[in-house]
């Protein structure tokens, strides 16, 4: 199969490149090992946030006399419910995602994908089968990974 562009990572730089392309009516394909949304999305940005509202609730319900209101019983957190949230907003977020893939004709392409000479990229699945596509033009938009610091594990 060949694409007019194929995108290397489905993060924040990936996922918006694709649909406006696909908007300017190009043929898109995505290749993602992970889920829609990359690390940001999934693992980072978005779950940090989710996780930093609820502690700010928590705050808000622990203070709440500040703001004149009085809450009757013990206000303690629920971790549980508070990743379940976490994961939810997450998830979500990535379904949104699926939606415009859906709605903008792009195609996901699952797995691992490495450049190779003359306009292709090679994607192995999850169970090491390897597709060759090509394409006209292609977007890196792999993202980046936490680092670990030596004196800070």
Known sequence: MKYDIIVLGSGPGGYVAAIRAAQL?????VVE???LGGVCLNWGCIPTKALLKSAEVFRYAKNASDFGVKIDGDVSPDFEGIIKRS?????????GIQFLFKKNKIDHINGFG???????IEVTDDKDK???YGFDQVIIA???R????PNLK
């Open 114 to 120: 490495v450049l190779k000479p003359g306009k292709k």
């Open 146 to 149: 936490s680092r670990e610091l």
């Open 142 to 144: 792999t993202g980046a």
């Open 130 to 132: 390897k597709t060759e």
């Open 25 to 29: 009516g190009k043929k898109i394909a």
């Open 33 to 35: 090992k992970e889920e």
């Open 87 to 95: 994961r939810e907003v997450a998830g979500n977020m990535s379904k």
